[in-house]
């Protein structure tokens, strides 16, 4: 739990700015894209023939579309905290739409009955949320006995290049705090989560300068919104200091951006069965998952 306030996420923040990316986000999210066809491609192994489907941070809608390709007869629920973001989805294709449902909601209090889901799906979403044990206690809850949780998050070295840029020039917090993949995997132990298996795949993309990184991130709705980041505007003077300070990670003409992308599953107990302890957290790179088909 981000019990500090001043960086705990303030989430009318958050959902104000994904309403405001909906029509630029799908032109900046290729790492987003690539993540989710990771999650996609690891179903190839983990087996799960689902009925219902909920994808927590929904999005544009990406992530339900590939589920609905691989899982043509289940139904699947959308759920977002940005109206807009649904809206957006569920304008995409009629046909599609149909089959769907959308909710509103954040994802740490779900409007959904217990024991009624048997996939949940989660991209990209959890590091915006406040309370972990809250958010693994809900998943919990709204699974039935054998339904499977497969999730994607960010870990601390996330974008470490511009967090140390903005901690050279002002004190306050520009950059969401990230949890580290150890804390996620004993929150799933502490929800009841059984054989939790957690993996971490260090990813970079490069960019011509800092203004690139700062479009992309503005570009996908991910802005500050930090509870205690600083209101207004950086001055030029401010960032421009700040872009001098990224300057020295440039390599080969480019600046990198880091992203550590933490990949997680885990599944519901059968009533019949323990759940494990913490020691039984498995944790291997992403790309031997893959490998193994
Ligand atoms: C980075 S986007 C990922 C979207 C999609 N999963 C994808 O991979 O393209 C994060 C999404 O999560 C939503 N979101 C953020 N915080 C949330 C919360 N607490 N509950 C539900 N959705 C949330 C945002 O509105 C946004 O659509």
Not at 148 to 171: H, I, K, N, Y
Request: net charge neutral; charged share 25%; aromatic share 8%.
């Amino acid at each position: 739990m981000l019990e500090d306030t001043e960086i705990s996420i303030d989430k009318k923040r958050a959902r104000e700015s994904f309403d405001r990316a909906v029509e630029t986000y799908d032109a900046h999210a290729a790492l987003q894209r690539m993540v989710v066809d990771n999650m996609i491609d690891s179903l190839d192994i983990i087996r799960v023939a689902p009925k219902t489907i909920l994808d927590i941070g929904a999005g544009t809608g990406y992530c339900a579309r590939s589920l609905e390709r691989l899982f043509p007869r289940a139904q699947t629920i959308l759920l977002d905290l940005s109206p807009s973001m649904l809206a957006y989805a569920s304008s995409k294709d009629n046909r599609w739409r149909k089959r769907q449902r959308y909710l509103c909601a954040d994802a740490e209090s779900l409007p959904i009955a217990d024991g009624t889901i048997d996939f949940v799906f989660s991209s990209l979403t959890f590091q915006w949320c406040n309370d972990l044990d809250k958010l693994f206690a809900e998943c919990r809850r709204i699974l039935k006995p054998e339904g499977l949780l497969l999730f994607s998050s960010l870990g601390p070295d996330t974008l470490r290049e511009l967090r140390g840029a903005w901690a050279a020039v002002d004190q306050s917090p520009h950059i969401n705090q990230f949890i580290d993949m150890h804390d996620v995997g004993d929150a799933m132990i502490r929800a009841g989560f059984a054989s939790p298996v957690l993996e971490c795949d260090m990813t970079t993309v490069n960019y011509d300068d800092v203004f690139g990184v700062m479009r992309d991130l503005r570009g996908i709705g991910a802005v500050n919104a930090l509870s205690g980041r600083r209101r207004g505007l950086s001055t030029p003077r401010t960032i421009k200091r700040m872009s001098a300070h990224y300057e020295a990670h440039r390599r080969d003409g480019k600046l990198p951006a880091t992203y550590e992308i933490v990949y997680g599953h885990a599944w519901c107990p059968d009533p019949g069965s323990r759940a494990q302890d913490g020691s039984t957290v498995a944790t291997f790179p992403f790309a031997d998952i893959r490998k193994r088909k």
